[in-house]
């Protein structure tokens, strides 16, 4: 079947900019998503983008597409203590497929 | 305020027991849908609902049933619980299948426990 991977951990410092990587499998996405999850809470839509772009750009967060490599990525800039949360990659399709979820550390 | 509404948030079951997850939304939303989520495995979609009268299997649909009551509600059903389903439970919908550039709305979950 489809699949998602991202890295489970990433530790970074008040201040730094934040990159989470993830590699998918299924080619047919026409969106690409990113969710945020906050401690005891649900998944909150963050971001995506449309297969057709390279880059989309949103105030701190930028998004990098290689459909190519089918590698996604999400850059945080500026990263604050309340950016600290799971990051879920989700190639979307009629049933979108999320990764296991990166887990952010934010250290003041 | 308009979203997924999810109960119970919490419950503990003895194995064998069954129980109804039962989720609403109010947003007029066509597809609904209902994941697990387990630590280091990310979200596995149990049922889809992609509209009212439909239902349709996932990835790990086995241990559960669902109904689509109506356009509003989707529950999920565990006939006879296993300590396998201790899980936090997430219900999501979209207001069509195709029309997915807002993304699912999620709900704030349930966590079961099956002892």
């Known amino acids: 079947g489809e699949d998602v991977e991202q890295s489970l951990f990433l530790s970074v410092r008040e201040g730094d900019s934040s990159v989470i990587n993830c590699t998918y499998t299924?080619?047919?996405?026409?969106?690409l998503y990113w969710y945020k999850q906050e401690p005891g809470a649900g998944l909150q839509l963050l971001t995506y983008?449309?297969?057709?772009?390279d880059m989309k750009q949103d105030q701190r967060l930028t998004v990098l597409l290689n459909k190519k490599d089918k590698h996604l990525s999400l850059r945080i800039a500026d990263t604050q203590t309340g950016d600290s949360a799971i990051y879920f990659c989700?190639?979307?399709?009629?049933?979108?497929?999320f990764g296991a979820g990166t887990r952010l550390f934010v250290k003041a | 305020n308009a979203g997924v509404t999810q109960t119970p948030k919490f419950q503990v079951l003895k194995t064998g027991q069954s129980m109804t997850l039962q989720c609403a939304q109010d947003m007029n939303h066509n597809s609904m849908y209902w994941y697990r989520q387990d630590p280091g495995m990310g979200l596995r979609l149990i049922y889809y609902?992609?509209?009212?009268?439909?239902?349709d299997k996932g990835e790990v649909p086995n241990g559960y049933n669902v109904s689509r009551l109506n356009k509003r509600e989707f529950s999920l059903r565990l006939e006879s619980a296993a300590p396998s389903q201790t899980s936090v439970y997430f219900c999501a919908s979209i207001r069509a299948a195709e029309d997915r550039n807002y993304g699912y709305t999620f709900g704030s979950g349930t966590r079961l426990t099956v002892v």
């Open positions: 989700a190639p979307g399709g009629f049933k979108t497929i």
């Open positions: 609902s992609a509209s009212e009268g439909t239902t």
């Open positions: 299924d080619s047919s996405s026409t969106y």
């Open positions: 983008i449309f297969s057709n772009m």
